[in-house]
């Protein structure tokens, strides 16, 4: 059974950045739809964003601009690139999978990491 770990997560100063990293085990992220999920304290999960399984790319309109996901075959990977944090970016934060997805919803996503945790504080 496929598996799915997020890793990259930790602690920053309102403007900084981190990377996170969504390696896959198992199966291979081609022909998958690819999210990012974010859940903030006492918030109910949002999606953050979404590549599709034909490599279209979509943001939630909070972080357009700032946030880049993108795909490493190579490696089964997937990135989320997160500058200029702002603290209302605090929260854990999924990767989950849809096969031959065009768009990831979260009720529809196959198979879910177990979150890492990002912390934007001064």
């Known amino acids: 059974q496929g598996q799915l770990v997020e890793s990259g997560g930790g602690l920053v100063q309102p403007g900084g950045s981190l990377r996170l990293s969504c390696a896959a085990s198992?199966?291979?992220?081609?022909?998958?739809?690819i999210g990012w999920f974010r859940q903030a304290p006492g918030k109910e999960r949002e999606g953050v964003s979404c590549?599709?399984?034909?490599?279209?790319?979509y943001y939630v309109d909070s972080v357009k601009g700032r946030f880049t996901s993108s795909r490493d075959t190579a490696k089964n990977t997937v990135y989320l690139q997160m500058n200029s944090l702002k603290p209302e970016d605090t929260a854990v934060y999924y990767c989950?999978?849809?096969?031959?997805?065009?768009?990831?919803?979260?009720?529809?996503?196959?198979?879910w990491g177990k979150g890492t945790l990002v912390t934007v504080s001064s």
């Open positions: 989950a999978t849809k096969f031959l997805g065009s768009v990831c919803l979260e009720y529809g996503m196959d198979t």
């Open positions: 590549i599709s399984s034909d490599g279209r790319t």
């Open positions: 198992g199966f291979t992220l081609d022909y998958y739809a």
